[in-house]
């Protein structure tokens, strides 16, 4: 079994900054990317940004959020620096990963619960 597990969300005036936080545990051999999603009402889930051997943004972000790993804590990380309305959504994290299954490994896919980030005055 594998858990990712987020914290950090929250309510934050326009301007404001947060971090997210996302913890993997469980059946891991190596983790190959680790990402955040975003999906508002109403809207698509999309890609926010993503981390393996280099870190990749959505246009809507770059300049503003940064993706981090701690790759001995199975933990990836998202400052968000100038947070706009529009950057209100639910955040999931997502991590492609090397599963023990059994006596193997497999790639497998697994979703955070997701935390929400609202940017209100």
């Known amino acids: 079994q594998v858990q990712l597990v987020e914290s950090g969300g929250g309510l934050v005036q326009p301007g404001g900054s947060l971090t997210l936080s996302c913890a993997a545990s469980g059946s891991i051999f190596s983790i190959n990317d680790m990402g955040w999603y975003r999906q508002a009402p109403g809207k698509e889930r999309e890609l926010v940004a993503s981390i393996d051997s280099n870190t990749h943004y959505a246009d809507s972000v770059k300049g503003r959020f940064t993706i981090s790993r701690d790759n001995a804590k199975n933990t990836v990380y998202q400052q968000m620096n100038s947070l706009k309305p529009e950057d209100t959504a639910v955040y999931y994290c997502?991590?492609?990963?090397?599963?023990?299954?059994?006596?193997?490994?497999?790639?497998?896919?697994?979703w955070g619960q997701g935390t929400q980030v609202t940017v209100s005055s």
């Open positions: 997502h991590a492609n990963l090397m599963a023990y299954v059994g006596y193997s490994r497999k790639l497998m896919a697994y």
